[in-house]
């Protein structure tokens, strides 16, 4: 690898975990969307903000970027509290128009400024060892891998700081709010860390790809665990996965960086949605399917136990005759059987099956329930 | 019992409240005083402003009009001796945590901003679950929990804030036999330590098993004091009949109402859950 | 720059750009109405971002640039999406806001790596496919557009021969299954629909802002009315308007994008609608908020002037306006509230300043007495809107 892959692996990998952490959040309280009107609408305060600064870094424009970012989550709820549109609309009208008017300045400027339409919408983290951090003559590094390591710092300090608090506005915000923690103050906080967070990953990954890297690993660790705190180490661990991977899923086909890391990540969310270990497809299927064979054994057990009540039934305990009485397929009857077998509920002697004690208390057990 | 209020500061006292969503009133000029260390049962139909009640005595919600007073004074400064247990449903129980740290979050309060729970806040969120019953289950993940479950994590929540007054949104709605009557021991156990407990209830047969007060609201306040003196058919029919003079229920309950008191309709009808404020 | 073209020419450019946006308007004007309704705004943008993938990969698969196939393209994709979306909410404990959120970055990120990696191929430089990202109403062609008349027109008829099923659908999908209606499918023809809506409008509008024009004719026309047709046949006509105007101004302009443009254009009629549009207008709202805390002053006011008279025992004995409190109101304002309620007959001046109740008075204000009248007076208004879902419930 040579140094500018390092550097852009480091600032892909950092920036990722910076999403994460808040994304955690975001998706518990179900406002993955605002993340994405936030993003979007953020363009017209980078925007605006360049004009003004002329720099992408500069810190004013990270400020009034921020801003912005604000402001939508706040214009999104005035428009709800207005009772005249859903959330979900009014998350949909919110950003479209900001974003429509930084695109607008954009396109119609572009030429007189340096600002790449492609690069702010959809990143390119492939320039960023270019822009450098020079310190009395010594190059210390690309200016993407500070600022992103010092949002990530920020991130990680305020939820660490404000742990219990998001916690609890999160779960049951009304008894935030009876307890006295007022959960606005919460609430926005939480939306200018998403909004810093997303003015620093904008020129890594652009406006729209933020939101795959606030959502996707934070909703893979939360098929993943049943814990908060953990929730967020994972979040941010499937983050850095998502960037590493799909760093490496660029170089191969020679694409777009910051799609790539999208498509990883989405790609880990398919892999926990499947593979999750108690709430994945695949584990559901297998619970069912055992329940299925256990439902199975008992209605076996039972069946054989009404026949031992009523003697001179023989023919039906046979194996043969079984699978009709029992209305089952007959190779599921055979398998039935010998699952029952094998767990000792029941014998067999020449053809004829027999319930043993306990196949017998199995079944007691579940005509009682 | 009546001799214990008598010229003391009452636990809540509600005067001209008057709650509105958009145009809708859901409480309209309501007036109540609840004295220190009584089982108060709110009972109404549904929207009849039960759940809007118990929000603005909390000070969730902004009135039109009226004011709330809580020993005396407004709700913002006695936010600690208030505790406050809402409906199971509002809350999201996938949310990835175990019961002893929701049960936990009751003592946030006193922790202020910032502090951590530590070991004291551990072994009082402990005894509360004791309380109820539910010790063995503190490691428990909450989205594992039964509804009677889930209440009692509730109640144990309530019980660690360790509050003068208990706020409740419908302790009983859909609990297991086993709840109820661990809920039922606790309401005991309040009222012998002299706290006050206000609880939206559904269940009117259990009314005057299970409270001592009673306050009948519909948008208005109907009646409100002792069971014995307020719990009658009349203002029964003024708070159920009114509103639904154009449902066959009213008609029934005309018909059945000699007999036993209104039948508790809103129950079988799926629970109330459009008290206004859902 | 128009000057110089051709007047000819110019006429076919803008023929078929005016043509194309009203397609897009009239087709996600509708189509946005059940999707606003159903509160399904957002499902139209993951369906649009989805469509990305969808277009790239129909491209490296044909290598035609012939519309009809990269909008097929789009179809499948946008429908897999919300497949995707459907199949995440209801078999995990991940909500809705979150599977749309995923896949509409997980999608656009995939057609992002497509889009790149088809433009470093060597044959494929002038695919052109950047126009889907912020639409080009401009590159539109005769055969786009009835590419895009085909999918307004399949929607329509869609529309018109479902028209009940639909309404109940929006209106009550449980009853709508009581009723025997095949609710799946119905929703599953309403799916198809968006995506249809969307992709006539991908060319012109973008991928990235296309969710706008299935959301915003529909959100500004549901503040107009109550009755489902006719807030279809506005959200029909913000859409056109908002099209046309948008296309043809960014046609005319260099340098201004289509897409960004009508959203815009659009954006203005949602924001004039939610201002102004009778009775539920913002300003409207206003005025009558401040009207009924005048009334509930006066009712504050009249009660006092109960409890004064049942205090003293008389209808008779006049009182003050200073033993009268109202906040935020000056004496002179509660006198105004004073002549206001003599005028309803509700109290009675007795000398210069003093007031008193009258029986009627008492009579409004005793609640008790009366309590079953008052309960039906202050029953909900029978949900305005009937046949359209209420929206902005608390």
């Not at chain 1, 002329?54 to 424009?61: A, R």
């Not at chain 2, 029934?252 to 129950?267: H, K, Q």
């Amino acid at each position: 690898m040579t140094a500018p892959q390092v550097e852009i692996q480091l600032i892909a990998a950092i920036v990722a975990a910076a999403c994460a952490l808040p994304g955690a959040f975001l998706v518990l309280r179900r406002m993955a969307l605002i993340s994405d009107a936030i993003s979007h609408a953020m363009l017209l305060g980078i925007v605006v903000g360049f004009f003004l600064t002329q720099d992408l870094n500069s810190p004013l424009l990270i400020i009034g970027a921020t801003l912005t970012g604000l402001l939508t989550a706040l214009l999104v709820e005035l428009l709800h509290r207005t009772g005249l549109v859903r959330e979900d609309a009014a998350i949909g009208l919110v950003f479209p128009a900001l974003f429509s008017i930084g695109v607008i300045l954009i396109s119609r400027y572009a030429g007189s400024v340096h600002l790449d339409t492609d690069v702010v919408l959809l990143g390119e983290l492939a320039f960023a060892p270019f822009d450098r951090v020079v310190v009395a003559g010594w190059d210390i590094g690309p200016k993407g891998l500070y600022a992103g390591g010092v949002i990530l710092l920020i991130n990680a300090a305020l939820i660490a700081l404000f742990y219990k608090e998001l916690k609890l506005a999160t779960f049951d915000p009304g008894l935030a709010a009876a307890l006295g923690f007022s959960p606005a103050a919460i609430h926005y906080g939480l939306m200018g860390m998403t909004s810093l967070t997303a003015v620093g990953a904008f020129d890594s990954v652009g406006a729209i790809l933020t939101v795959a890297l606030f959502i996707a690993p934070a909703a893979a660790a939360y098929l993943l665990t049943d814990d908060l705190a953990r929730m967020l180490l994972l979040s941010a661990g499937l983050g850095i996965t998502a960037a590493l991977s799909g760093y490496w899923l660029a170089f191969l086909l020679d694409a777009s960086i910051a799609g790539s890391m999208a498509t990883m990540a989405g790609v880990i969310f398919g892999l926990a949605w499947c593979f999750a270990p108690e709430r994945g497809l695949v584990a559901a299927a297998r619970r069912r399917a055992r329940q299925r064979w256990e439902f199975a054994q008992r209605m076996l057990a039972i069946h054989l136990l009404n026949h031992e009540r009523q003697p001179g039934a023989e023919p039906e305990l046979q194996v043969e005759h079984l699978w009709q009485e029992l209305r089952w397929d007959r190779g599921f009857a055979t398998r039935v059987v010998s699952l029952a077998e094998e767990r000792g509920l029941v014998t067999r002697q020449d053809g004829r099956l027999e319930l043993t004690d306990r196949g017998r208390l199995l079944a007691q057990e579940s005509l009682l329930a | 019992m009546a001799d214990r209020h008598n010229g003391k500061v009452p636990a809540v006292e509600v005067q001209d409240l008057t709650v509105a969503y958009r145009e809708q009133p859901a409480l309209w000029d309501v007036d109540l005083t609840v004295p220190s260390g009584v089982l108060l049962a709110i009972v109404g139909p549904n929207g009849a402003g039960k759940t809007t009640l118990l929000k603005a005595i909390l000070g969730l919600l902004r009135p039109v009009a009226g004011q709330v007073l809580v020993f005396g004074q407004p709700v913002v400064q006695q936010r600690r001796r208030i505790s406050y247990v809402p409906q199971r449903g509002s809350v999201d129980w996938d949310f990835p945590t175990s019961v002893l740290d929701v049960v936990m979050m009751g003592t946030y309060g006193e922790l202020g901003w910032i502090r951590r729970p530590g070991r004291r806040e551990r072994e009082r969120a402990l005894a509360a679950l004791e309380q109820v019953g539910m010790r063995e289950l503190s490691d428990r993940q909450i989205s594992q929990l039964s509804g009677g479950q889930q209440q009692r994590v509730f109640l144990a929540r309530a019980l660690v804030q360790d509050a003068d007054i208990y706020l409740m949104d419908e302790p009983f709605q859909g609990v297991d036999a086993l709840t109820e009557r661990a809920i039922v021991t606790l309401l005991q156990q309040l009222r012998a330590q002299g706290k006050t407990v206000i609880a939206v209830h559904h269940d009117l047969q259990t009314v005057p098993e299970y409270f001592d007060w009673v306050m009948l609201l519909n948008v208005r306040r109907i009646a409100c004091g002792p069971v014995a003196q307020v719990f009658n058919e009349h203002n029964l029919r003024l708070t159920y009949g009114g509103r639904f003079a154009m449902a066959a229920f009213a008609r029934e309950v005309d018909e059945t109402a000699p007999a036993v008191i209104a039948p508790d309709r809103s129950r079988s009808g799926g629970g109330d859950h459009g008290t206004g404020a859902a | 720059m128009a000057l110089a073209l051709p007047d000819l020419a110019l006429d076919y450019t803008l023929r078929t750009v005016a043509l194309g946006a009203m397609l897009l308007g009239l087709s996600s004007g509708v189509v946005g109405t059940y999707a606003v309704l159903r509160r399904e705004s957002l499902l139209g943008d993951a369906m649009s971002h989805a469509a990305l993938p969808g277009i790239a990969l129909a491209f490296l698969l044909t290598r035609s640039k012939e519309s009809a196939l990269l909008l097929a393209g789009a179809v499948a994709a946008g429908w897999l999406g919300a497949l995707l979306v459907s199949a995440i909410t209801r078999t995990t404990r991940v909500k809705l806001d979150s599977a749309l959120g995923l896949i509409l970055s997980v999608f656009f990120g995939f057609g992002l790596v497509l889009l790149t990696f088809i433009q470093k191929q060597p044959d494929a430089s002038q695919a052109g496919l950047d126009r889907f990202l912020f639409g080009q109403a401009a590159s539109l062609l005769r055969r786009d557009v009835q590419v895009m008349a085909a999918g307004t027109v399949a929607v329509l008829l869609a529309v018109l021969l479902l028209w009940k099923e639909f309404k109940l659908l929006v209106f009550d999908p449980d009853f709508a299954r009581v009723l025997g209606l095949r609710v799946r499918l119905l929703e599953v023809i309403l799916t198809s629909m968006i995506v249809l809506a969307i992709v006539v409008g991908l060319q012109t509008v973008g991928v990235v802002l296309m969710s706008a024009m299935v959301v915003a004719p529909a959100a500004a026309a549901r503040q107009w009315t109550d009755r489902l047709g006719l807030m279809v046949l506005l959200s029909a006509l913000f859409g056109v308007v908002a099209g046309m105007s948008g296309a043809l101004l960014s046609s005319l302009t260099p340098r201004l994008p289509t897409g960004p443009t009508i959203v815009l254009v659009v954006s203005g009629l949602v924001l004039v609608s939610l201002l102004f549009a009778p009775n539920r207008g913002l300003v409207w709202n206003w005025a009558r908020e401040r009207a009924r805390r005048d009334q509930v002053r006066a009712e504050g006011i009249l009660r006092q002037l109960a409890a004064l008279a049942e205090h003293h025992g008389s209808l008779e004995h006049g009182h003050p306006i200073a033993v009268l409190r109202a906040s935020g109101w000056s004496p002179e304002q509660i006198e105004h509230v004073l002549h206001d309620l003599e005028s309803a007959g509700y109290v009675r001046q007795v000398s210069a300043d003093r007031w008193v109740i009258t029986a009627e008075g008492m009579a409004r204000v005793r609640p008790a007495v009366e309590a079953g009248k008052a309960g039906n007076e202050l029953a909900r208004p029978a949900a305005r809107g009937t046949e359209v879902t209420g929206e902005g419930q608390p």
